[in-house]
């Protein structure tokens, strides 16, 4: 099943910046619930990344549910005109509810990371993860934003030219 939402989540595009803002501004200006959705599942990656250190958990789908919920908390508080990147602000509702979720079912006792686990290494060896941090990744989307926003005030002819460059 845990695979399953994985390769869904294959599928999941990044949002451009000016999407994001379109649908941001559909979503909280225009009560738009189509915008809504379509931002909670272009952040639905968030998600599994915060889940992805319990995926051999029996109730790892459940954690899926509870950071979904999470994540849709995150969208329906947020305030865009705080020029806060949404994955910053997100992140800890998501992973609030997914160890909220753990810590109340049991599955999971965090104090512990530093017990040995069966190949002679410790839990928390186990949950580094070599992507991009969110942190990472936000600010790459606030540069993407300023170029694109830079490059849209050049004259066409040197625009042309920078966009054959690339």
Known sequence: MFSDYVKK?????????????????AYKECGDEE???????AYQPLVFREVMPYRTLSSVMDAVQEGTIGLIEA???????RN???SLYAVH???????????HEGAVDLPCLEEQTGAAETAKDLLVDER???????EHHALVGVLDAA????????RLVLEGVT
């Open 93 to 103: 509702r998501v992973r609030g509810r997914i160890l909220d979720f753990l810590r």
């Open 132 to 138: 991009p941090s969110v942190a990472e990744l936000a």
């Open 35 to 41: 915008a809504r959705r379509r931002l909670i599942e």
């Open 151 to 158: 490059m849209e005030r050049l004259p066409a002819r040197e």
């Open 9 to 25: 989540l294959s599928a999941v595009q990044k949002l451009a910046p000016a999407k994001e803002r379109e649908l941001w501004h």
């Open 84 to 86: 806060v990147a949404f």
């Open 75 to 81: 969208v329906e508080h947020y305030d865009p005109a």
